[in-house]
Every structure is written in C-alpha cells, then in structure tokens.
C-alpha cells in the first residue's frame, strides 16, 4: 500500500466521519460548521480525483457561500420566536425518508455504474483545440454545453429573486437585512481595507486562467462576491437597496451578453449558442468576465438576504 | 541537486506538519477559547510556514513560489485577524458567546 492510497482512504475514512456527525449534531450551528468542514475535505478528494476545477467549486461554494447562507439561516432561526420547538413526529419521519430515499437512490447510482462507461472525454480533448482554450472543463462548459451554463446562471437570478420575494411588501426593494458590525477602527476594518484589493485580482486571475487552467466565472464570482460581503459586514460601503438600477444591471449582465452572444451565432455561426469561427475564445472569454461580475453580485446579494428595510428618503 | 530540495522537502514539510499535530492536540486539550486560540496561531503562522518554505523548492518557476508565499502571507493575514474577532467576542460576550 502506498502513502498516497493510505492518504487516500484515511481522507475518506474522515469524510465519512465529518458526514455521519453533521447528521448526528443537535446544534443547528454545530452542525452547519460540521458541513462546511465536510465541503473542504470534499474538495481535498476532489484534487486526489484529479478535478480540481471541481475542488475549487466545491471549496467556493459548498464549502465557503453555502456554509455562510447556512449560518446566516441558524442566526435567522435563533432570532425567530419558538424555533427550539422541534418539528413533529410526522414531519421529522419524512424528512429522514425523503433524505434517506435520494441517499439510496445516489449509493446505487454510484455504485453500480455500466460496463462500459460511456464517454465522451477523447472526441473533447480532439476538438478542443478548435476553441483556442486549453481547459477541457472549460470547453465543456462554453461550447459544448454552453445551453446548460446558460440556465445555470439564470438559476442564479432566479434563486435571488426568490430569496426577495420573501420581504414583507412593505420593505420590497428596500435594503438587505445583512448583520453588519462596524464598531469603529476594528481589526475586521483593518482586513476589509486590506484583503479585497488582493482578493478582486484573484478573482480576476482565476477567471481569466479559466480559459486554459482550472479556474473560471463561479470561481471567480465567488472570490468577489466574498470580497464584497467582508466590506459590507465591516460597514465600509452600506449595503445597497435591492431596488437600486445599477445592481439589478449588474446582476444580469453576464446572462445578458451570454444570451446575446448566443443569438448572434444563429446569425455569425448558424447555430444558437454557436461561436463564428476563430473568434471563440475571446468572446467566452469576454462572457467569463461578464458572468464573473454577475454571479459575484448575484451571490453577495443571495447571503445578504431578503430586503428588511425601506431606504431612508 | 534534487536529491538536496527533496532531503529539504521532507524535513521542513515533516517540521510543519509536526507543528499541525501539536496545534490540533492543543486545540482538542487545552481548556478555553482563549488558549486553543493560542494553539491555532502556531500552526497557521509556523506549521504553514514551514509547509510553503518545503515545498518551494518543489514549485514550478518563480510564479510558482511567490504563488506558495502569497498563500502563506494570506493565510497568516486572514488568521491573525479572525483570532482577534473571535478573542474579542469571547472577551464581550464570555466564552459561550
């Protein structure tokens, strides 16, 4: 046996461990910390695998943003009056079935895959070439894929239209309801001066290396949405009203130019979604950068929450 | 030559981890937020350390290692800081929040 298979089992032998004690905590914070521990080491396995555009997605957002819009829901939960009266019987039995079923229904997925796996992994790596990008996840995503990347980012908007939409109407495009500390000269102060302008370049290096490299939009957008929130939270910048034009235009302008994109190749390339030949890699290029500012304001947006209260006048 | 990097990989990377595990021992043993949060600053600032000053001689080119040093140099940032915010709210609030 070598290291790296012990390594490799012990990774999972702890990933295993992290998984069955985020089930098994009582404390909705304890448990949310046990997730976002279970996203980093699932990102670790997500190297060992050899994808590390998936790692860092993982480690983005399943690890990073959704470990926040979980804390941000225990704070919720621990605010409203009457949430430690547990769920009934009933509830609490579905709940586990439900879980239970899809846990059930992955494990036979996974685990008894075809003969033959079917694959399409050498016709990409034979025509990537054509896109001028060296990334296959890439190529994947933008050319050979490009109808599902779109939806995915309307998902986004979508999934923050949603979390509006649970204002009270007499808040509606009023301010996110987002917890922000400011006592004055503080060291968090200290660190949202000093960390975004280091961090926006970062995202924007892994957006950019995404074209040939791991890396790309979520990535990115994600480092940016993180950046935005740390100034948020220290009270440098005041959380904006949703209701604000320039928000509302930066939240779709990724999808907005990806769609027009999309329809100009009808035209150029005589396909929706289709790149006029030799000119593919700039303007994905172009797309990833429009859609890393989208989703970095769509997510920062998302752990802001619902509008809480009106902009004063 | 790269038998040298490697014998000086494996000491400093060994060095580090060995501060990791007397770092999470720490953690897991000593009695308040305050004094783990003592045992978690040595292993971000010199298990860390160590680790980055390993692996350079194993990075690719010079953007590789000012790559592996920037991640240090952040990591240090970012840990220095969230052990006051977190020292500060158990200061204020008591150790249970």
Known sequence: MTILSAFDIGLVVLILAVGAATIAKRDAFAAVIGYVVYGLLLAIAWVRLSAVDVALTEAAIGGGMTGMLLLGAVARLRLAKGSDARPSFPVRFAAAALSALVAAGLAIAVLSPPEAIPTLAPMVMENLAQSGLGNPVAGVLFVYRALDTLLEKVVLILALVGVWSLAPDSVWGGIPGLRVYAPPSSTLTFLAQLLPPVGIVVAIYMCWIGAKEPGGAFQGGTVLAAMWLLVMIAGLKSVPSISQRWLRLLVVVGPVIFLAIGISGMVLANAFLAYPPGYAKPLIVAVEFALTLSIGVALGLLAAGPPERVQPQ | ?97
């Not at chain 2, 001689?57 to 000012?66: N, S, V, Y």
């Not at chain 2, 052990?83 to 158990?90: E, F, P, R, Y």
């Open chain 2, 1 to 97: 030559m790269k038998l040298a990097f490697d014998i000086l990989t494996i000491f400093f990377v060994s060095a580090g981890a060995l501060f990791f595990l007397a770092g999470t021992v720490g953690l897991i043993r000593f009695p308040d937020p305050l004094t783990r949060l003592h045992a978690l600053t040595k292993v971000d600032n010199l298990g860390l350390g160590l680790v980055v000053l390993g692996l350079l001689p194993q990075a690719t080119g010079l953007f590789g290692a000012l790559k592996l040093v920037a991640i240090w140099l952040l990591v240090q940032l970012s840990g220095a800081i969230v052990t006051q915010l977190i020292a500060g709210t158990v200061r204020h609030h008591g150790p249970h929040g």
